[in-house]
Structure formats: structure tokens, C-alpha cells
């Protein structure tokens, strides 16, 4: 009986080690598209990936960046589908990475009801930065 235990003590070990494993994360910066863009999550590992992807996206050079360590934490680019209004926002419930892939499970919250929002479609989007 002690022998059955503990080889199902050794796979249930083995089953959690294999699972993905949440990293903690911060907001860095938040802003909203009004042209079209599709729905992406892209991990940016320099300053150089970063910059690249800023200019691809027009987004305004942060100054966060300039002194980012990238040694510590990664910066990951949430661009969420289209909205039909600037109400809304992204919000990153967890992050996980597993197997060298990082997945962000993240959802889009509308601001508070009664306020005035443009009528217009937009995609917002979130910059975190990731622990390593």
C-alpha cells in the first residue's frame, strides 16, 4: 500500500511540474487604436523588438523603455479585438509560460456606465512587463 502512495505521490509531482506556471506582472501603459488592427500577444525581449513593434503600431515612444532591464522582465504587447466604442480596456488576469511560449489570458472591460465614450471602433491595447 505504501509503495502504491507514493508512486501516485511521484505522478502527481511529475503532472504539477509539467503544468505551466504563473509569472507575476505589472502595467506599464494602456492606450486604444482607431485603425484597425488584429488581435495579438507579443513578447518583446530588447529594446530593439520594442521599438520596432512601437513604430509598427504607432504607439508613442514610452520612456519606460529607455531604462527597461530586459535581464529581469519582458515586455508583453496585448493588442485586444475590435470594440465598438473608447470605452474599453484590457485586463490581464493571469500569465503563463510553459515551454518557452508565454500565453496571457487577459479580457476587455468596459469603463463605468454613464460616461461618454466616442462611437467609433477601437482596439485597445496594454504593455506589461513579465517577470523572467
Known sequence: ?????????LILVVIISMSSVSYAFREIARGSFMEAHTESVTVLESNES???????????????????????ERLVLVVAFACPDSGYSIVIETVDI???????????????????YAQVISYPWLLAAVER
Open 98 to 116: 510553459k515551454d518557452g511560449k508565454t500565453n496571457v489570458n487577459y479580457k476587455t472591460e468596459r469603463g463605468p456606465e454613464g460616461k461618454m
Open 50 to 72: 520594442t521599438l520596432s513593434e512601437f513604430s509598427k503600431l504607432n504607439i508613442p515612444k514610452l520612456e519606460i523603455v529607455d531604462g527597461f532591464d530586459y535581464a529581469k
Open 1 to 9: 500500500m505504501r509503495k502504491i502512495c507514493f508512486i501516485l505521490f
